[in-house]
């Protein structure tokens, strides 16, 4: 019964200076909201990222070309990985991995009247698999096409768009890149964005044609990908790599490789040592927010204290104990928090909501983001309301009643 009746006289004081009140939680309500706000972001880009990697292939390693060392110091050139190297990789472990090279660049690209610049990728058949891609029309070519260097094309889902036409209707027919002819054998279905890359704009030919036929006789690869028969082959399979490339490229033991690679696993990594940088940075700045709030919060109840000085005399003279004048003040400042931490998560999530309709941002409201943010909400009301109760309950009640 004590316990409600000091939550009334609590939420009493608040409506008696409702303005006062607000303008103070101001700073809790700014910080709280940035918290939820800042929290949704970081999950929801985090989410995104990681939705578009594990679109990028399961196991799926990325090996990359790196400096040509000499003597064990950096020559400043840079090693090419070949197809050579790819066709090496394939033999060394079939069971272990599954081979495609890739040489890319952004091409023009023509139909009829239609142009369009996009990029088109050289690869391997078996490129498709990895990627987990899917027709729409049509089939994909084959290692025949790749060892005959035929002009052949499969298109990304929004390519025939850009060329002004029906998917349905560019199978069989010939297109332009860059000036030379090729048929299209078919159209991936709808993929969407799969970590750097967006397969729905992209073009793809076979390596060997891209190499000779559009990207004039260059030998020289843009990366080779190696899919891992299972997650339990990975070490096995780093090996590997490791050793078939140190020989391909003569690379003796003990010097640094010329190569570098590179799974999905790294990539998640990566972003997230730099979320989380950002959220630090984010919290800090509204932890600042929410200290600044609990400083007002002090500063008013001390106030508050000195206008109710008579009051608290009269209580302690008619038996109410220091105990009572301290959780009372206490409970005032609290409740002022924690009505400000819930406003701030209102306006939180309010904040996310919008963000996510009109900027077309992914958010993700954290349920712990919500539970943390109230929680320090009510540590800062304690924390900064117990110096002004502790003055209230010391008050000398022969003192108290003679304030004016």
Known sequence: MLIKEILWVALGAIRANLLRS??????IIIGVSAVIA??????????????????????VLTIRAGQRFFGGVSTGTTEDLTVEDAEALRDQSPDVLTISPEISSRTQNAYLRWNSNNQTRGVWPEYFGM????????????????????????????????LGTPAAILIGKTIQIRGQPFEVLGILAEKGEAGFNRPDEEIFIPTSTAQFRVFGGRNRLSSIFAQVASQDLMDQAFAEIDATLRREHRVRPGEAVDFSVRNSSDLIATFNETNETFALLLAGIAGISLIVGGIGIMNIMLVSVTERTREIGIRKALGATRGAILFQFLIEALVLCVMGGVIGVLAGVGGAMAISQFAEWNTAISPQS?????????????????????????????DALRYE
Do not use: C
């Not at 990697?53 to 399961?58: C, L």
């Open 370 to 398: 919500i539970v943390m943010a109230l929680a320090f909400s009510a540590g800062i009301g304690l924390f900064f309301g117990l110096w002004p109760a502790q003055r209230a309950a010391k008050l000398n009640p022969i």
């Open 131 to 162: 990627y987990n891609l899917e027709l729409e029309h049509g089939l994909f070519f084959d290692q025949g096409h790749v060892q005959g260097r035929r002009r052949v094309a499969v298109l990304g889902h929004a390519v025939p768009e850009s």
């Open 38 to 59: 800042m929290v949704a972001l970081g999950e929801g880009a985090q989410r995104r990222v990681e939705d578009q990697i594990s679109r990028m292939g399961t196991n």
């Open 22 to 27: 607000f303008l103070t939680a101001l700073g």
